[in-house]
């Protein structure tokens, strides 16, 4: 059964960081694109970040770029997937969903999905 448990949310002031981990479990993740998507009260879902299995390349959504980076360990059975963020700000305030087998260009969707964590960031 695959699990993919996230933490890391919380409230935060803008400007400040947050970092996002994943713990993805129960399947080999190998050659899988995994990433990172969020949703905002009122808003469709929308990807954020993604990475392929070997790390590179990643991919972000303009809002982000240069702003939060996308990370993961595959040296253990349990792959863990890491969003840092920076310079945050109120618009980034959303439900994050860790995200495994990710498809479509841009990224549309995954078959995996996170139970998700709150990032709220007040100016």
Known sequence: QVQLVESGGGSVQAGGSL??????SGR?????????????????????ATIPWT????YYT???????????????????????MNSLKPEDTANYYCAADVYG????????????TQVTVSS
């Open 28 to 48: 080999s993740f190998n050659g899988n694109v995994m990433g990172w998507f969020r949703q905002a009260p009122g808003k469709e879902r929308e990807f954020v």
């Open 62 to 84: 303009t809002s982000v770029k240069g702003r939060f980076t996308i990370s993961k360990d595959n040296a253990k059975s349990t792959v863990y997937l890491y969003l840092q």
């Open 55 to 58: 790390g590179t390349p990643t």
């Open 105 to 116: 260009t841009p990224p549309t969707g995954a078959h995996y999905w996170g139970q998700g």
């Open 19 to 24: 970092r996002l981990s994943c713990a993805a």
